[in-house]
Structures are given as C-alpha cells and as structure tokens.
C-alpha cells in the first residue's frame, strides 16, 4: 500500500523541463506582442483629408473632361475625317495625324475615367498618374501643335486663337495642379498607402 508520502511528486511542483516550457511560451508570447506592436502604422499626419477643399475642384474638373474629350472628337475631328475624304487637295500624313488626335484623344478619355475610378477609392496611385495626365496632355497638344505645321509646311497652321488658348489651358492647369499633388498636406492624408 502507498502512503501519501511517499508520491513521487506534488501537484504544486513542477519540473525543471515544464518550468522551461512555461518561460519559453511567455517569451514567444511577448516577441509576437512586440512584433504586432512595431506591424502599426503610423498614424497620418495632421490635416485635412478627403476629398474636399481645393482637390474638389479638380474631381469637377475630372468628371468633365471625359465628356469634353468626346464632344472635341465629334465636332472637331471626325467632321475634319469626312472632309478630308471628299477633298480634292492631298496632303501626305494630314489623315494620319487627324486619325492620330483621335486615337490619342479617346486614350484621355478613358485615361480620365480611370482617374476618376482612382479618385474615389483613394487609391494611393492617383496622384502619381495625375501628374502623368497631365504632363503628358502639355507634350501631347505641343506636340500635336508642331506635326501639324510640320505635314502641312505652314509653320502657323494650327496656331490659331483656340489652338493657343488649349496650350496654355494645358500647361497653366499643369503648372497649378502637379505641384499641388506633390506637396499637398490633402492629398498626402487622402492617398496614402
């Protein structure tokens, strides 16, 4: 018969073994603590945020330019296709530069359309391809402006009063808004990671 005495061990004493179980639990149970703790974000930084202030501006401007875009190549670019094709003067690469504004006008188009997608789910590319919308707008009517004196051999063909005014429409709104996508507090708290 066994006595009380004589079990081997105590319900209350642990062996050296399940001592170092229990420490190496706690400490795992710290480091994962700490590691969740270092996984936080910074919180963003102080300011205004959304989509408000001077960026709901641009989303105005934003949801317009799809439709504008389109009414350019309907009352503008398609009319110069069909006159081009019923006319008796020829001159080489005229269709393929007006083809050309059409192509490259309908991209914008549907360039601002994904804008506008980006914009309203803060994704944290949009103002990155803003900036690209728009400096590549600027070189595109340059350019534009250029190939068609150019093909035609007349240097102030397309320098007319609207050709101008969409210049420097480009290269103002370029001018204001890249930096302001750049260094806005707004758009920094908006668009973030």
Not at 33 to 58: N, R
Request: proline share 5%; charged share 15%; glycine share 8%.
């Amino acid at each position: 018969m066994e006595t009380d005495n004589e079990s081997p061990t105590n319900e209350h004493e642990k062996t050296g073994e399940e001592i170092n179980q229990e420490v190496r639990v706690a400490d795992n149970q710290e480091i994962h603590q700490e590691q969740q703790e270092s996984i936080v974000l910074p919180p963003i930084a102080d300011g205004p945020e959304g989509i408000g202030g001077w960026l709901i501006l641009f989303a105005i401007g934003l949801i317009i330019t799809p439709f504008r875009l389109a009414y350019g190549i309907i009352t503008t670019l398609i009319p110069a296709v069909i006159s081009l094709g019923t006319s008796d003067i020829h001159i080489p690469w005229l269709n393929t530069l007006v083809y050309g504004e059409i192509v490259i006008n309908a991209g914008f188009a549907l360039f601002s359309g994904l804008l506008l997608y980006y914009l309203f789910t803060k994704n944290s590319r949009f103002p990155q391809l803003v900036i690209i919308f728009l400096l590549s707008n600027v070189c595109f009517i340059l350019l534009d402006l250029i190939l068609a004196g150019q093909i035609t051999g007349v240097q102030d063909t397309g320098m007319d009063s609207s050709s101008i005014r969409e210049l420097l429409r480009s290269f103002i709104g370029a001018a204001i808004w890249v930096p302001y996508f750049i260094y806005s507090k707004r758009v920094k708290n908006t668009f973030v990671v």
